[in-house]
């Protein structure tokens, strides 16, 4: 009875310690204030609006197309994100991007776009 | 309007249904049969309600809000159709009406098991109760009117007719960004169609569509299966509150049984079934992505499997002696958890709290459905557990037996603990962004790994292991024949492959131990007993579901190519030849066509591509070529016509004084001019820009002009900076300018590059693949097989 008590303690305690080593390894931040993520350098997923009036551009050669996206205080940086532009990004509003900013841009290895679902919410702001 | 009546009628009698069936419970006459009357009027009024719905889309009346965000008549009646389920509020329907159709079905079978029909019942009401308020007119009501909230909607859906007429004039504005027109839609303006005694489904008579992701045969089969297996978790759930309520514990788990079973076998399948429409239509080439959407139906389907083998062990027991029999808490517990999960899944994907984690495209339902979704949660949570602790003492003293450890039950303990825990990983990772955290997939990957080795292993163990006690010998000489099949596969595998990652190898070795053994007693089991014959089917799909996994990710390949027409590009042993492209569907998509050389045979792929007027959108869809033992699968990434295409050509909207980038260079707006009056011959419009190249200034003054009563575009050219910019459009009261920009070399329209047509793809190959379909068909299978036994069992 007691040592079954102990060995399965054993086994949760493995498992749980092991689940926490991992989570702290992979977790990763969101951040919303580009400043703290430029200063920082650390990898974080940032989110924030894509500046449509910047086209972005892709790169064929090194495989990455970039663009420009800015926070809620209006701060601006280059992404510069790995691949071809997902689909439904011409039509994205807020654009969620994984990596760091380094050597002047944030270097994004995974890119997540969200689309308006009503067009309404976008003109209200602007009738 | 009928349509709210009918969904108020229902959830009047689903309350009193509720009420009545919990009376009868406390021991009142009489009232069993007006509950068991009003929750069939409720499911009659939700089959109603969703006739409705369904005929409304399909008689395209865009007057309701619903229709018009999610319908169009352009779609063909499947699509049509699946637009029933494409909106929050049309899935809260498809779940509604199913869970209410299960509840016939139930209300039959527990009338059937002494008193159980009023405890069940009583709980199963209220999940049908939670339900029709979601779709009641407090919420997310699917029969709302489109002018019951103020929006915008595109003149396009307007009828052209009344466009004009002067009424619509305070109504229609401008984008200022796209140039579209809209309609300002509200209660003023169906005052106004009123007033000239226009109505509503006369005035709008196009909807807004159905996304073309959604457009896919699998989009029209996922959620209704999806939504049943929503529907079916419920049941255990109300089966263990029953079972709370009476204080007994020894009947439920055979009344329960086949209700768990099927439902975890059509979760299971519906899952399943939407990797497999991501796999062929969103064309990154995976099929799971550890989205939050899809782990939120993950993790309830999980912890149902857990508590088929906890139930199992349980099921033994109590048929071998007086008492509640082996892990009576524990059952509670997941069959609770299971629909709990289910809830708590809807409110992760449903209220908008996850918006910034999942490529799904959350609305923001809003704060009083997002209060409502956590109440839904909590309450089931709170009466579920609550109950639990309520009786916890009286199960403790109900408990008789203790086990060896050497035995089946603690193995498969072990394999509910294991599912537990992959559950409480996929829980965690997905809850993680409401503490502002997420998680990249390498969190689930890694963890799993370990994970699936441990199932692997303890499957093909757990069954050369005796009920009760086993011995060491007995178990070696059983498995002695699988342990060396298994062996040598792996050893196969490694020595063609050059694998050296020890965990994949365990993996595999793992996964092959647990089919070879699987396979073994399945295979004397059809001319045996074929008592335990869909687990054992339903183990030998797990193991190749992993195989499939292994073999498609660790085993694949892919290369990014670049396909000159007429040119063959060689990637992995395969030759692909771009021989040019084909119009479909009314000349509105391009469907590439590439030739494909692998091993002496040939075949075409036609990956397509097209801008989508849904969302004006580029979208593009992958072609598959499908085999036993490998895919190969084509996705498009871009296509260069050639001629008229210019490279490196950018669009620049700027405002004056604004500035840009375009491949290092500084556009700045500093002016603008205008020669002669505006209409007037030669009158000239255009603005001038800075041009800052390798720290050196250039002008550059692209205008439009006036020439023979034709508007001319000027370009600029600037040599230095090797740019040339052309005029678009100036808005002559702003002063906005669109302008396009390029580089020179790439300009020259009189002297073009011989035209070369260029597509580019991403082409992977994927081997065994498919065993990751037919391991879930079968797993699937192997559940439904369970089911008729379990059924069978429970028949009274």
Redesign the interface.
């Known amino acids: ?1 007691k040592q ?1 008590y102990i060995f399965g303690s054993v086994i949760i305690a493995v ?1 749980l310690g ?2 926490v080593f ?2 702290t ?6 951040e919303s204030n580009f400043g703290s993520i430029i200063a920082s350098g650390k990898t974080v ?1 940032a ?1 924030g609006v894509w500046v ?4 972005y ?2 790169d ?1 050669i090194s ?1 990455t197309f970039s663009f420009y996206m800015k926070d809620e205080t209006g701060a601006e940086m280059k992404v510069v994100c790995k691949g ?2 997902p ?5 994205a509003t ?1 654009v ?1 991007v ?1 990596g760091k900013f380094e050597d002047g841009y944030f270097h994004a290895t995974n890119i ?4 308006p ?4 919410d976008q ?2 702001t ?2 | 309007m009928v349509g709210s009546i009918v969904i108020t009628m229902a959830l009047a009698f689903s309350i009193l249904s509720m009420i009545l069936y919990y009376l009868s419970f406390c021991g009142a006459q009489n009232t069993l049969n007006y509950a068991r009357l009003f929750y069939h009027f409720m499911s009659i009024l939700v089959i109603i309600a969703s006739t409705i719905l369904l005929y409304l889309i399909l008689t395209q009346q865009y007057q309701y809000a619903y229709v018009y965000n999610y319908s169009s008549s352009d779609l063909p009646i499947g699509y049509k159709i699946s637009t029933f389920w494409a909106g929050q509020e049309g899935s809260f329907m498809l779940w509604l009406l199913l869970t209410s159709i299960v509840g016939i079905v139930l209300q039959s079978y527990s009338s059937k098991r002494g008193d159980l029909e009023a405890r069940v019942m009583a709980v199963f009401a209220l999940s049908t109760t939670f339900l029709l308020l979601m779709v009641s007119p407090l919420f997310k009501n699917p029969f709302a009117y489109l002018y019951a909230e103020s929006g915008f909607i595109d003149i396009k859906n307007i009828n052209p007719s009344y466009i004009m007429q002067a009424f619509l004039e305070p109504f229609r504005f401008i984008d200022q960004n796209s140039q579209q027109s809209y309609v300002k839609m509200g209660p003023e303006l169906y005052a106004a169609l009123k007033s000239a005694g226009i109505s509503m489904s006369d005035f709008v008579i196009q909807g807004k569509g159905l996304n073309p992701l959604l457009q896919n045969f699998w989009m029209q089969i996922h959620p209704p299966i999806l939504f049943t297996g929503f529907a079916l978790s419920a049941v255990p759930f109300a089966f263990a509150i029953a079972a709370l309520m009476k204080d007994d514990y020894r009947e439920w788990v055979k009344q329960a049984f086949p209700w768990v079973l099927i439902g975890s076998g059509v979760l299971g399948f519906g899952i399943m079934l939407g990797g497999y429409w991501a796999y062929g239509i969103l064309g990154w080439g995976g099929y799971w992505a550890w989205d939050p959407v899809e782990n939120a139906s993950l993790i309830p389907w999980l912890i149902g499997v857990a508590s088929i083998h906890t139930l199992l062990v349980q099921q033994r027991s109590i048929s071998k002696s007086e008492g509640v029999g082996r892990f009576a808490k524990t059952n509670l517990i997941l069959c609770i958890l299971t629909y709990v999960l289910v809830l708590y899944g809807t409110f992760l994907t449903r209220s908008g709290i996850l918006g910034d984690a999942s490529v799904h495209s959350f609305v923001d339902p809003g704060r009083l459905v997002y209060v409502f979704l956590i109440v839904f949660a909590s309450i089931f949570a709170i009466i579920g557990f609550g109950s639990l602790i309520f009786r916890w003492k009286s199960l403790n003293k109900k408990y008789i037996g203790e086990e060896n450890i050497l035995s089946r039950e603690l193995a498969l303990f072990t394999a509910a603990v294991t599912l537990g825990a992959s559950a409480l990983i996929v829980f965690i990772g997905t809850s993680a962004p409401i503490f502002n955290v997420s998680v990249e997939t390498s969190f689930y990957n890694e963890t799993h790994i370990p994970l699936v080795i441990i199932i692997g292993l303890l499957n093909g163990f757990s069954l050369a292991l005796k009920w009760k006690q086993a011995n060491g010998k007995d178990i070696l000489k059983k498995l002695a024949l699988p342990i060396s099949a298994a062996f040598l596969l792996t050893l196969l595998v490694v020595v063609f492959s050059g694998m050296t990652d020890i965990m994949m190898i365990l993996i595999i070795f793992s996964a092959a131990f647990a089919l070879f053994v699987n396979g073994e007693i399945a295979f004397k089991e059809i001319s045996g007993s074929r008592k335990m014959l869909g687990a054992y089917i339903a183990h030998i799909g797990f193991a190749l579901f992993v195989l499939g996994v292994i073999g498609s990710s660790a085993y694949g390949k892919q290369a990014e190519l670049d396909l000159v027409k007429g040119q063959p590009v060689q990637a992995f042993g395969y030759s692909l030849t771009f021989t040019g492209y084909k119009l479909i569907d009314n000349n509105q998509k391009y469907a590439f066509i590439i030739n494909v050389k692998n091993a002496g045979k040939s075949f075409e792929l036609n990956p397509v591509m097209y801008i989508s007027s849904f969302n004006n959108g580029l979208m593009r869809e992958p072609d598959i070529n499908v085999g036993l033992t490998k895919d190969f699968y084509v996705e498009p990434k871009s296509y260069d016509g050639g001629e008229s295409e210019k490279p490196n050509e950018t669009q620049l909207t700027l405002e004056k004084g604004g500035a840009a980038e375009f491949q290092k260079n500084k556009i700045s707006y500093t002016d603008s001019f205008k020669k002669g009056a505006m209409g007037s011959e030669n009158f000239e419009f255009g603005v001038i820009l800075k041009i800052e190249s390798d720290g050196k200034i250039y002008t550059a003054k692209p205008s439009m002009k006036r020439e023979g009563g034709e508007i001319v575009f000027v370009p600029s050219e600037v040599q230095g900076a090797n740019l040339y910019v052309k005029i678009q459009t100036i808005d002559p009261a702003t002063l906005k300018a669109v302008i396009t920009i390029a580089k020179l070399v790439n300009k020259d329209a009189d002297n073009p590059a011989p035209p070369r047509e260029m597509l580019s793809v991403t082409a992977s190959s994927k081997p065994f693949v498919s065993f990751v379909w037919i391991g879930v068909v079968i797993m699937a299978a192997g559940f439904f097989i369970s089911f008729l036994r379990r059924s069978k069992e429970s028949a009274v």
């Not at chain 1, 390894?25 to 969101?30: C, D, P, R, T």
């Not at chain 1, 679902?117 to 309404?120: A, E, I, L, M, V």
């Open positions: 009875m079954k498992f092991l689940l991992l989570f390894q992979s977790n990763i931040k969101y997923k989110a449509k009036e910047k086209k551009e892709a064929k495989d071809s532009a689909n439904n990004f011409e039509t807020s969620v994984t997540l776009t969200k689309c679902s009503k067009y309404q003109l209200k602007k009738v």
